[in-house]
């Protein structure tokens, strides 16, 4: 009786090896994020940068934000006192699209007062106040105050009546913030 060891031809054995070896070795060579020790420094260094900076490209769905790389992008005024607001969070407006608007950031001349103005479905709000702790200014308006909003474009308008949470004092209020 006759026994066959190997019906496949030893080549295609050989050819199925090799395609296996170069695609492991394809797969070990491929792009790796964790190499920050290899590559030409300077590319790295203008990666990093880039990063950094902020500058990476977006999707293309985020609104303009404004003024969030440190400009003033607009005023919010409660009372006879005025703010110019930076924001540093978020310069959201999704009005067109939405319904909504997210702004959130600190006044210029006092990065520890907050000064955040929202509107969607369920809030439609607008805030100054001290970072931590209870000291003034703890300002609020919202929708049992008569709050509104006016958006044309990028601007971002509205006015209240705004109460003082900790003296329970009542003062108009109004802002005009471009995003």
């Not at 919010?76 to 999704?94: A, K, L, R, S």
Request: charged share 25%; hydrophobic share 35%.
């Amino acid at each position: 009786m006759h026994w066959e060891t190997n019906t496949r031809p030893h080549w295609l054995i050989m050819l199925m090896a090799i395609i296996s070896g170069v695609l492991l070795l394809l797969a070990a060579c491929g792009d790796d994020d964790d190499d920050a020790g290899n590559g030409d420094p300077a590319e790295q260094a203008t990666e990093t940068d880039a990063a950094d900076n902020g500058d990476a490209p977006t999707d293309g769905d985020e609104p303009d934000n404004g003024g969030i790389d440190g400009g003033v992008a607009g005023t919010i005024t409660v009372g006879d006192e005025t703010w110019e607001f930076v924001p540093t969070i978020q310069c959201g407006n999704f009005f067109d699209v939405a319904g909504q608007i997210y702004i959130s950031g600190v006044a210029a001349s006092d990065e520890s007062i907050e000064i955040s103005i929202d509107h969607d479905d369920s809030l439609m709000e607008a805030k100054v106040r001290r970072e931590q702790g209870i000291e003034q200014p703890y300002w609020v308006a919202d929708e049992s105050s008569g709050i509104s909003f006016e958006v044309n474009g990028d601007v971002v308008a509205g006015s209240g009546t705004f109460i003082n949470f900790l003296t329970q004092e009542e003062a108009d209020g109004s802002w005009e913030i471009t995003c």
